[in-house]
C-alpha cells in the first residue's frame, strides 16, 4: 500500500514569491495534517483537515493556508515568501478522531533564496 | 517556556548498550504520549504511542509514561547501528486542535 505521499520533495523559491505544496494520504485517511521542521527542531502543527474542513490551525501567519478536497488530498499554499518559510514541510494522515499515530510523508524540502 | 522539552544530544552509544531517551512536558492536558524515529531528510516514523500513564513494549523498544510527574521515556535494549536517527517525542491531548506537539529531538547514534 502506498504510503503518504507528498510533492515535489524539493523546492527553491525566490523571497516574495508563492508556493504550493501538495500531499495525498494513505487509502482509507479522511483526515490531513501540515507540519513545519525548521533544520535542528522538532515539526510544528500548521493545519488539521477532514472533510474539506479545518479541524485545527496552529500559531501561523495568514500567509499560510491550506484546503482538502473531495477525494481528501490536500495543498499547503503560503504567500509572500520569507527567508524563516525555508524548511522541511511534513504532511500526515489519519483517520477520523484519531489524536494519535499519525502517518507522515517525506516532506517536501523548502528552500527560500 | 516550550511545552515539551528533549535534550537533544546528541547521545553517542555502543552497539548493544541501553538506550534511554527522555522527555518532559508542561501541559496537563496531554493523554497521547508517542515516539516517532526519523531518519536524515524522511519523514518520522512512528515507534510506539502510550495512553495515559503506564508502560508499554515493542520488542526492543519500552516506552513509560509517569503523569504526575510529567515525564516519558524510551528505552531501546541491544541498540543496533540502524537505530541511529533522530527520536522525537509528541505528545497530543484528547479532542482539542487536533495537534501533536513535538519535542526539538534527540539525535542518537550508535557505534558499530
Redesign the interface.
Known sequence: DAGVTQSPTHLIKTRGQHVTLRCSPISGHKSVSWYQQVLGQGPQFIFQYYEKEERGRGNFPDRFSARQFPNYSSELNVNALLLGDSALYLCASSLEGQNYGYTFGSGTRLTVV | QKE?E?D?GPLSVPEGAIVSLNCTYSNSAF??F?W?RQYS??????LM?T?SSGNKEDGRFTAQVDKSSKYISLFIRDSQPSDSATY?C?M??????????????TRLQVQP
Open positions: 515539551v528533549q537533544p493523554q497521547y508517542m516517532y531528510r524522511k519523514g518520522p516514523e512512528l504511542y495512553y522525537l509528541a497530543s491531548e484528547v479532542g482539542g486542535r487536533r495537534a501533536l506537539t513535538f519535542g526539538s529531538g
